[in-house]
């Protein structure tokens, strides 16, 4: 049945009010890979949808943007949820995003590649904005699933290593759609509602990357980032990685490895300070002993016996002086005895009493002194004439020259 | 008079702060060229920071509890 024309505002008006009315085009899923990929300044997101056959133009507007769990990227292959929609002044329909599912290691890899960049870029992963995790703690809190396996772990390590810290267990889902939001809250409400809180840990057991995905999604990436109370992130087991092990102060390799790092063992503290007051036992002993040491170095009985020493000792270089001196002269006299000995040898070498035994007598005028002459004699001098045994005295009667 | 306005002052460290004076009354009696007077007041501090170190580690009062969200 032919109708009369009408405007084409009227046709693009019935075709929104037929599509808007379907029920099925009100609730549709739609698996395709992502093309076109476009942030608005708006914050609205634009992209297509396709197959190898077709094309569909999705838009997912601001609102609903924060309820998606993925960083979105080009090529992914993902399954869209929404509602058709007409765009009356451009006369073409699209698919408005309620929310994106995206499955298989491959796409989720992509989705956590591409979030870890953004962040990393924004600095929420930088070193200098990393917390220290308090070495005493009195209070920790865990975020985590009050049924689960990390739990449990994470209070078995810590009541084995540490008996004065205190556990607020603070219960919250770790999976499923809801569970980012609900570990974000969770930890902006410790924050809020516990500021004495020393540390917190956040986390799960182990899982498909699926049940983990919570903690690679933004907003716990940012919850984290924000708390003002420190954050051990432990999730799942050692080669699980997420946005949230690199967006917290520190990373552990699983639960348990996070207790571990949160509280501190105190028998083994209780052995560290035994050892360091022995130390100081030991070492103030040893400082007095060395002490009265010195001052029984110093008491009067010893300075006396050192008095002593010291003069025994200068009388030992006093003799031994004395002994040097004697032998000295000693060689001396030895060695004038010794010269004088020569001298004596050569006397009686020429000792004229010798010649006497052989029938020569010695002649000496009157004063003594010896006559080799008769140069200046003269008749009626009188000379002594010396024999071996006896003198004579003469008077010259008579003086005969030798020629 | 002294004793006891030093006493409220170790009370008022963390652990960690005690822990860090203890061990360093330890380190510095080690060394030489001290006073008898600053020997022993460092080993009478150091032997503070370790009772009230020990003391700490000693008062086990654990509390472990789970939040309940609808309270």
């Keep these: 049945m032919a109708i009369k024309p009408i405007k084409v505002s009227q046709l693009n008006g019935y075709i929104k009010r037929v599509l808007q009315s379907d029920p099925l085009l009100g609730n549709v899923s739609v698996i395709g890979e992502i093309s076109n990929l476009k942030y608005h300044g708006t914050g609205h997101v634009y992209f297509t949808l396709k197959d190898e056959n077709s094309k569909l133009n999705c838009f997912l507007p601001y609102e609903n943007l924060k309820d998606i769990r993925y960083e979105l990227s080009d090529g992914m292959q993902i399954t869209v949820n929404g509602y058709i929609y007409l765009y009356e002044r451009g006369g073409s329909y699209s698919l408005n995003v309620r929310d994106i599912i995206i499955e298989g290691t491959g796409n989720l890899s992509i989705a956590f590649q591409k979030l870890k960049d953004k962040l990393k870029k924004e600095g929420l992963f930088d070193e200098k904005q990393k917390k220290k995790i308090p070495f005493f703690p009195k209070k920790i809190a865990v975020i985590t699933s009050e049924t689960g396996a990390a739990v449990q772990d994470i209070i078995k390590i810590i009541k084995s290593r540490n008996n004065i810290v205190d556990v607020l267990i603070y219960p919250c889902i770790v999976q499923g759609p809801n569970a980012a939001k609900e570990i974000s809250n969770s930890i902006d409400e410790v924050n809020r509602l516990f500021p004495d809180i020393d540390t917190i840990i956040v986390g799960r057991g182990g899982g498909s990357i699926e049940e983990l995905w919570a903690f690679n999604e933004e907003i716990v990436a940012r919850s984290i980032f924000a708390s003002i109370i420190p954050v051990i992130s432990a999730v799942g087991h050692e080669t699980d990685f997420t946005i949230s092990d690199f967006a917290a102060d520190v990373r552990a390799e699983t639960p348990s490895a996070a207790a571990q790092m949160a509280v501190p063992d105190i028998e083994a503290l209780k052995q560290y300070i035994n050892s360091e007051v022995m130390q100081l036992n030991h070492s103030i002993e040893n400082y007095i002993k060395y002490l009265e040491i010195k001052v029984q170095s110093n008491n009067i009985e010893t300075l006396k016996i050192n008095l002593e020493n010291r003069i025994n000792i200068n009388i030992i270089k006093a003799e031994n002086l004395y002994k040097n001196l004697e032998n000295l002269v000693k060689q001396k006299f030895s060695s004038y005895e010794s010269v004088i000995n020569n001298y004596k040898t050569t006397l009686d070498a020429f000792n004229p009493y010798n010649i006497m035994d052989r029938g020569y007598a010695a002649v000496t005028d009157e004063k003594g002194i010896l006559v080799s002459s008769i140069a200046k004699l003269k008749k009626g001098d009188f000379l002594t004439a010396k024999l071996k045994d006896g003198e004579i005295d003469c008077k010259i009667e008579y003086i005969r020259r030798i020629n | ?71």
Excluded: H, R, W
């Design chain 2, 1 to 71: 008079m002294a004793i006891k306005t030093k006493e409220s002052d170790v009370s008022n460290l963390t652990f960690e702060e005690a822990l860090e004076k203890l061990e360093k009354s330890a380190e510095a009696l080690k060394k030489d060229g001290y006073s008898l007077e600053d020997a022993m007041k460092n080993f009478e501090e150091g032997i503070e920071y370790y009772n009230y170190c020990n003391k700490i580690l000693t008062m086990a009062k654990q509390k472990i509890e789970v939040y309940n969200k609808n309270q």
